[in-house]
């Protein structure tokens, strides 16, 4: 079955860096657009990049310049590089397979002095 486990997180200092991972199974993965979501606490979950099977990669407004989403296809994986982290960049972030609605559980991330 479709499985996504995302890794990576924990805490950081601000300005710091994180390298979240996805690895997803159970499907063809190069066929497919995948995406990284938070949830902070309290708040709606975002959008925070996308990239599309054919390798085009998109962001929200408040992560361009700093987030950088990447896919292996010979892993199976997609990334996330987050660089000059911030106490508002705290979340849960969650991997999608968007055209299959799959999701994992997420890796949490904290951002703090």
């Known amino acids: 079955q479709v499985q996504l486990v995302e890794s990576g997180g924990g805490l950081v200092q601000p300005g710091g860096s994180l390298r979240l991972s996805c690895a997803a199974s159970?499907?063809?993965?190069?066929?497919?657009?995948m995406s990284w979501y938070r949830q902070a606490p309290g708040k709606e979950r975002e959008l925070v990049a996308g990239?599309?099977?054919?390798?085009?990669?998109y962001y929200a407004d408040s992560m361009k310049g700093r987030f950088t989403m990447s896919g292996d296809n010979a892993k199976n994986t997609v990334y996330l590089q987050m660089n000059s982290l911030k106490p508002e960049d705290t979340a849960v972030y969650c991997c999608?397979?968007?055209?299959?609605?799959?999701w994992g559980r997420g890796t949490k991330v904290t951002v703090s002095a």
């Open positions: 159970g499907f063809i993965f190069s066929r497919y657009s």
């Open positions: 999608n397979a968007i055209e299959l609605g799959a």
């Open positions: 990239i599309t099977s054919s390798g085009r990669t």
